[in-house]
């Protein structure tokens, strides 16, 4: 699966911001192994509502991604970026 949705995230990632290939690649790694973590424990404490679950990281790892971005001069000034 993560192959299927790496190109697309990594390259979104890059249109907003100024990291290399390699750089964006390591993010989205970082990224899919964290929710692949989400899912063992959901999975080892049979809990089925992913929703629920991923909301609150998501909610934490987007802003705080966005402000290393910003804060680290990596990210590109645009009121059209999500």
């Not at 990632?13 to 690649?25: D, G, R």
């Not at 929710?35 to 509502?49: E, V």
Request: hydrophobic share 45%; charged share 15%.
């Amino acid at each position: 699966m993560s192959d299927l949705a790496k190109e697309d995230f990594v390259t979104r990632l890059m249109q907003s911001s100024i990291l290399t290939y390699e750089q964006a690649e390591a993010i989205f790694y970082f990224q899919i192994n964290g929710c692949l973590t989400i899912n063992q424990m959901m999975f080892k404490n049979h809990c089925t509502d992913w929703k629920k679950i991923n909301r609150p990281s998501m909610a934490f790892f987007v802003p705080v991604s966005r402000l290393f971005l910003i804060l680290n001069g990596l990210c590109i000034a645009s009121a059209g970026n999500p």
